[in-house]
């Protein structure tokens, strides 16, 4: 199991944010790029950057971020935001992210699902954020009625290799993963599932490493590595099994 370090990029700042609300924002770092820096230092195999104007808006407003991060390490990147249309996920691609990160166009372009799976293979995942079980949104601003089961299954038909499943909810609270709900997506999926939301103790990230029989292949850590909860190492280890 991979341990993903995440890099929330708003308005060219690195900064952690609380259950997806832009107004509770604040910084982590100097730069994307410091960020980056001691993260690889501490041992990161890959980073989960997030360019959250992107994901806001539709349009990336960090690929520069991205690409400086991409240039400077030989880090693999997982990263998204506001890919809603072919031309954008080739943007990121040429910015060199290694695997890239589609949400909201998949609940409405399957199409553009069908291409990417096509075009990219492996180097294709699919955000499946949730609030209350139904699917969130637009950056987490929205809600619609599809259950993240039923779209983890129809992304399963549709040959997506990777699923990356968030609780809106407990989106950098630190109190704790969802296990129930995240059993439900990756049966539903049965592909390769990457858990974030609520990390805030190695408990729960071994907690979510026993959950490799369903297809847990990560974890995404955020707020609780920033505040000094634990180290990378520590969280690297704490995937491990006993």
């Not at 944010?17 to 960020?35: I, N, R």
């Not at 240039?71 to 935001?81: C, D, E, I, S």
């Not at 637009?138 to 129809?154: I, K, Q, Y």
Request: proline share 2%.
């Amino acid at each position: 199991m991979i341990v993903y370090p995440a890099i929330d990029i708003l308005g060219g700042r690195a900064v952690r944010m609380t259950q997806g609300d832009f107004a509770t924002a604040e910084d982590v770092a100097k730069s994307p790029l410091e960020a980056a820096k001691r993260l690889v230092a501490d041992g990161a195999e890959w980073l989960h950057v997030v360019d959250l104007d992107g994901a806001r808006t539709g349009t990336p407003a960090n690929l520069e971020h991205i690409r400086a991060i991409a240039n400077r390490f030989t880090v693999k990147l997982q990263a998204g935001g506001g890919i809603r249309d072919f031309d954008t996920a080739e943007a990121f691609a040429e910015a060199g992210v290694s695997r890239i990160v589609v949400g909201t166009a998949a609940l409405r372009d399957k199409e553009l699902i069908d291409r990417l799976v096509d075009r990219h293979a492996d180097g294709l995942a699919v955000a499946v954020d949730a609030r209350n079980g139904k699917v969130a949104t637009a950056g987490w601003t929205e809600t619609s009625e599809v259950m993240a089961s039923d779209l983890a299954r129809a992304l399963a038909i549709q040959g997506v290799p990777t699923l990356i499943y968030t609780n809106v909810s407990l989106d950098g609270t630190l109190q704790g993963v969802d296990l129930a709900s995240t059993e439900d997506v990756a049966r539903a999926f049965g592909g390769d599932v990457i858990y974030s939301g609520g990390v805030g103790a190695l408990g729960d990230i071994a907690a979510i490493a026993k959950l490799r029989h369903r297809g847990l292949r990560g974890v995404i850590v955020g707020r609780a590595l920033y505040m000094g909860r634990f180290t990378l190492q520590e969280a690297i280890a704490a995937t491990k099994p006993a």
